[in-house]
């Protein structure tokens, strides 16, 4: 099993920016790719960015591209998720996921293991 918990959510102005942390814990020898999902009020869960554990690839979607940054320790077991320009359509609970596959997915039931979320708010 894999445990995940994320932190470093909260309240910012449109413009400014947050750093998530997610914190692994367990076989985590058996996770190849980590991601960030979101999921606003009334909305799916959508894919933001992942990264391979091994190589550091990383893919991003469209909408977050060019303000997100992933990045990862492996010694420690932590990945991260820089968020800079927050626009206020980035609300929403921002979730951590590890996956055993070595490919990056973005479809949510790829995914083996999942944090709570920490809620991000941005306001205008």
């Known amino acids: 099993q894999v445990q995940l918990v994320e932190s470093g959510g909260g309240l910012v102005q449109a413009g400014g920016s947050l750093r998530l942390s997610c914190a692994a814990s367990g076989r985590t020898f058996s996770m190849n790719a980590m991601a960030w999902f979101r999921q606003a009020p009334g909305k799916e869960r959508e894919f933001v960015a992942g990264?391979?554990?091994?190589?550091?690839?990383?893919y991003y979607a469209d909408s977050v591209k060019g303000r997100f940054t992933i990045s990862k320790d492996n010694v420690q077991n932590m990945v991260y998720l820089q968020m800079n320009s927050l626009k206020p359509e980035d609300t929403a609970v921002y979730y951590c996921?590890?996956?055993?596959?070595?490919?990056?997915?973005?479809?949510?039931?790829?995914?083996?293991?999942w944090g709570q979320g920490t809620q991000v708010t941005v306001s205008s």
């Open positions: 996921a590890a996956d055993r596959r070595s490919n990056i997915a973005t479809m949510i039931e790829e995914y083996d293991y």
């Open positions: 990264i391979k554990r091994s190589a550091g690839v990383t």
